[in-house]
């Protein structure tokens, strides 16, 4: 059975993903740390894009960039940044600079629980604005509305 | 992915959403929605219901109001308040579909440290 992924909005200029894995930190941390690891995932089969590269060097101060293929876009458009912090199993810092000024820096915390890991994933945008401009990005994508029930649930 | 979208997007509509997501912030204006999810109320009910002064309620009020999350009317001497559906939908599936892309990547880190695992 899969692990729940939650979305959680902090604020309006950061949000906040957590997911558990099955699996002790060390493996998680690898998975996020190599590219011939990290390639396997970080480009979903279902948003139909191709990743046509993967460097990384995780390091503090060093630098990854990714290069994806769209199929509705005749440029190929790369994802690039650095890592801030690198700190093995258990955080890694990075930004993401494609945007320019905008990008938000991304934090990976991992919490070693035996054989399961707790995941958070805290992303912090400079502004509401960036935010919501990297938010309307998401219209592109398919709908459901599972998140909407369990709000109005309570 | 984000940024290749981007470009199809309405200022108009991003300060919305920002209006929308700062509302939602706060608890008692989430309470305030779930609430009128089940019933309309008065300013007077909810302040009432959240143990709030009627100043207090108002602004919370106006918050949701100017988010575009709840409508209200005034009949006779009482502000009723109403659920502003179509906005809170737009707010919900945003979350919702960056949720389906963090998801969709974890599923598949699954299998990548299922793998690891055999190792």
């Known amino acids: 059975m899969k692990n729940d992924t939650t979305v959680e909005r902090k604020s309006e200029r950061e949000v906040v993903i957590t997911r558990t894995f099955n699996a002790p930190a060390r493996l998680v941390f690898e998975a996020w740390t190599k590219p011939e690891l990290m390639r396997r995932w970080w480009v979903p089969k279902s948003s139909g894009l191709t990743l046509l590269s993967c460097e990384m060097d995780v390091r503090t101060g060093g630098t990854y960039r990714f290069v994806f293929r769209n199929p509705s876009g005749p440029e190929p458009m790369a994802f690039f940044g650095r890592y801030l912090e690198v700190s093995p199993h258990s955080r890694l810092v990075w930004t993401n600079e494609e945007g320019g000024d905008a990008g938000q820096v991304s934090t990976v915390t991992l919490e070693d629980r035996g054989d399961t890991t707790r995941m958070v994933l805290h992303e912090l945008y400079p502004s509401g604005e960036a935010f919501d401009a990297a938010a309307g990005a998401y219209d592109g994508m398919p709908e459901s509305f599972d998140q909407l029930d369990e709000l109005l649930a309570g | ?119």
């Open chain 2, 1 to 119: 992915m984000r940024y290749t979208l981007n470009y199809m997007v309405q200022h108009s509509k991003a300060a919305q959403l920002d209006a929308a997501f700062a509302a939602l912030s706060d608890a008692t204006r989430r309470g305030v929605l779930e609430q009128l999810g089940r019933a309309d109320a008065s300013i007077t009910d909810l302040a009432e219901r959240f143990d709030m002064t009627l100043t207090g309620m108002k602004k919370h009020v106006a918050v949701l109001e100017h988010a575009g999350l709840v409508a209200t009317a005034k009949v006779g001497r009482v502000r009723t308040c109403t659920l502003g559906q179509r906005r809170l939908d737009e707010v919900t599936a945003w979350i919702d579909r960056y949720r389906q892309l963090w998801s969709a990547r974890f599923d598949e880190l699954d299998q990548v440290i299922e793998e690891l695992k055999q190792k």
